[in-house]
């Protein structure tokens, strides 16, 4: 298999709410049923194994167990919104019935007609649809990540994106009116840490620009690059990522410092810990050549030039 996600733009675009696992499910079913040609009729079912999703993702196959247990009862529930040609709105679920076969570890899903034929008709016409191999995305943690990369990528040809308006792009990542309300917490929760994982995991660096009316950030629009690729065919790693670089002491608590302020590391904090305290475990975990290089992009970012 070539493992080529294919949908139509308007697919891609549409509003829609996904966990992580949810939207896995659905890459490997849009996959499987174009490439075998089962499941691409609303009267024909689709089986989807936890093997070949843990093998898709690189995790245990008691963690595919579980995505799948999860897709039989809220994958079924989920629904989309696409917008029309007139500008009318059709909802429609992803998927039409789930029939999980407990011990078996496998599932079998039934696609919408909406769905179908947002997958399939659809060759030959390739400035309608977007595509790219599930390993592009695979190692991504985070849903708006992938989503993130999803609606990038329908502009590979420029590397540059429209405007993409605040409210429609928060409803395209899957958020809730609820969630994130506060610009900044929109921006280190989710858009920060969607574009650091399409930076270190897939094909391609991004970098974005807010757009404004008056104070108030009404949209963001982003610009895109394709990484180089080595002889051997594998996406070059960042610089210096994978290189022996030295920190004396004295550079490393002081990177420690500014990166305890950063908003993207809030991730690697602790609750109850102050800033000072924070500042003093980054800099063992500087010590650490894993986490040195976790951590590496951030410290180019704050400065830090490798010798």
Known sequence: MTD???????????????????????QIAIIDARETGQGLSTDEPLELNATRYAEAFNISPDAAYLALIEAEDSLFKRQFTITNDDGSLTKSRWIQDAN?????????VTLTRIVIEHVTKIDGFEQYF?????????????????????????????????????????????????????????????????????????DITVKYEQQKKGRSISGFSFTFKQKKIANNGAIC???????????????????????????????????????????????????????????????ERLGFQAA
């Open 4 to 26: 080529l996600v294919v949908k139509s733009n308007k697919l891609v675009q549409a509003l829609q709410s996904l966990s992580l696992s949810e939207t896995r499910l659905l």
């Open 100 to 108: 999980y076969k407990k011990g078996q570890g496998r599932i079998l």
């Open 130 to 202: 977007t595509s790219y191999h599930l390993k592009k995305t695979s190692d991504f943690k985070s849903v708006y990540a992938v989503r993130l990369y999803e609606l990038l990528i329908q502009w590979k040809s420029t590397g540059k994106t429209p405007v993409f308006e605040i409210n429609k792009f928060r409803d395209q990542l899957g958020i809730g009116v609820n969630e994130y309300t506060r610009m900044e917490a929109f921006k280190r929760r989710v858009l920060e840490i969607a574009i650091e994982q399409v930076n270190e995991f897939s």
């Open 237 to 299: 790693p960042q610089k210096n990522m994978h290189m022996p670089v030295k920190m004396t002491d004295a550079q490393r608590h002081l990177f420690a410092n500014k990166l305890s302020e950063l908003p993207e590391m809030s991730k690697y904090s602790r609750g109850t810990e102050s800033y000072q305290q924070f500042a003093i475990r980054i800099a063992e975990m500087l010590k650490n050549p894993e986490q040195f290089q976790e951590l590496f992009p951030y410290l």
